[in-house]
């Protein structure tokens, strides 16, 4: 089992709450605005501490409120890919794509692929030397997949990362995290209110309410 999560969480007046137990390796979250995507991502990834519940991800329980198991955010090696690119502006590509990096740890790849060609695959090799200022959405975009992926996570988060994109980068962005899995086998969660987007994807769709 690739997801087991069963998490409750109390914010105002409202309950946010997610059942998940599938072994694909693409889980979507489906949802309006508001009902708790972007919350039960943090969750999964540690920035956000559920009331009660477990979450568990290829056997490795991450959090268990009934057994005391709170694993700290930084050593669930989860890779998190905002809306927003999120590029740290006075640093080059290449200096945003290192950032990601483990502390000590050479440069490599990752899940059987290596730093040079997983840089081919996100077509970013004619960025390296460039300013975040100065990239499209697009661009940006995988310059910040590009550093998720070489923090060397387990699961790579995705909370809407094509929304403000037009149509030909989103078809663009959607295949390349296609692809992406299918080459490193990296489990994926991804956050839309599109369907579309989840149906390109193929992966179990969970629809929060």
């Not at 694909?24 to 979250?29: D, H, R």
């Not at 009934?66 to 890919?81: E, F, L, N, T």
């Not at 499209?136 to 550093?147: L, M």
């Not at 992926?149 to 989103?170: F, H, K, M, N, V």
């Amino acid at each position: 089992m690739i997801f087991d999560i069963d998490i409750h969480l109390r914010r105002g007046d409202r309950d946010i709450a997610c059942r998940i137990r599938s072994d694909s390796g693409i889980i979507a979250l489906f949802g309006s605005s508001g009902v708790g995507k972007t919350s039960t991502l943090n969750m999964i990834a540690g920035l956000l501490r559920p009331d009660h519940g477990h979450i568990a991800i290829g056997g490795q329980r991450l959090f268990d409120s009934h057994a005391g198991i709170d694993i700290a955010a930084a050593r669930r090696r989860c890779g998190y890919v905002f809306q927003e690119p999120r590029l740290f502006p006075h640093m080059r590509v290449r200096a945003n794509l290192r950032y990601g990096r483990p502390r000590g740890q050479p440069d490599g790849g990752v899940h059987g692929l290596s730093q040079e060609a997983l840089i081919e695959l996100l077509g970013i090799e004619a960025l390296l030397d460039r300013w975040p200022a100065s990239l499209s959405g697009g661009e940006a975009q995988r310059v910040a997949i590009g550093r998720a992926l070489l923090s060397t996570p387990r699961l790579l988060l995705l909370d809407e990362p094509i929304s403000s994109l037009d149509l030909a980068r989103r078809t663009e962005i959607l295949a390349l995290i296609a692809r992406l899995h299918a080459l490193t086998g990296i489990a994926v969660v991804y956050v839309s209110h599109d369907r579309a987007e989840l149906d390109y994807l193929a992966g179990d769709v969970i629809a929060l309410s």
